[in-house]
């Protein structure tokens, strides 16, 4: 069975951080390439940042260059992929998503939404003003 189940939203104050976590198992996650998405009320999911499955490689949406990190640990059987949250700002409020891409297995780097098959249910980041 696949599963993709994110941890680590909460409530935090504007310039402050957060890590969340995404563990994926069920499949050959170790292979494939994976992202970080978002989606706040009355809005539509928002690609943020990819990485491809080696982890060597990274791509970010303008909005979180440089504020926001990519991360992956297939060292085990269960993948960890995570997101780094520095300098949170209050439009950073959002439900975060992970997702996994087949299509890139042992290569590319999406970003698009069309272009990952794999989601988790989703955590709640809240940052207060």
């Known amino acids: 069975q696949v599963q993709l189940v994110e941890s680590g939203g909460g409530l935090v104050q504007a310039g402050g951080s957060l890590r969340l976590s995404c563990a994926a198992s069920?499949?050959?996650?170790?292979?494939?390439?994976m992202g970080w998405f978002r989606q706040a009320p009355g809005k539509e999911r928002e690609f943020l940042a990819s990485i491809t499955w080696s982890g060597t490689n990274t791509y970010y949406a303008d909005s979180v260059k440089g504020r926001f990190t990519i991360s992956r640990d297939n060292a085990k059987n269960t993948v960890i992929l995570s997101l780094q949250m520095n300098s949170l700002k209050p439009e950073d409020t959002a439900v975060y998503y992970c997702?996994?891409?087949?299509?890139?297995?042992?290569?590319?780097?999406?970003?698009?939404?069309?272009?990952?098959?794999?989601w988790g249910q989703g955590t709640q980041v809240t940052v207060s003003s």
């Open positions: 069920g499949r050959a996650f170790s292979t494939i390439a």
């Open positions: 997702a996994g891409s087949s299509s890139s297995r042992f290569g590319g780097l999406p970003r698009g939404e069309q272009d990952f098959d794999s």
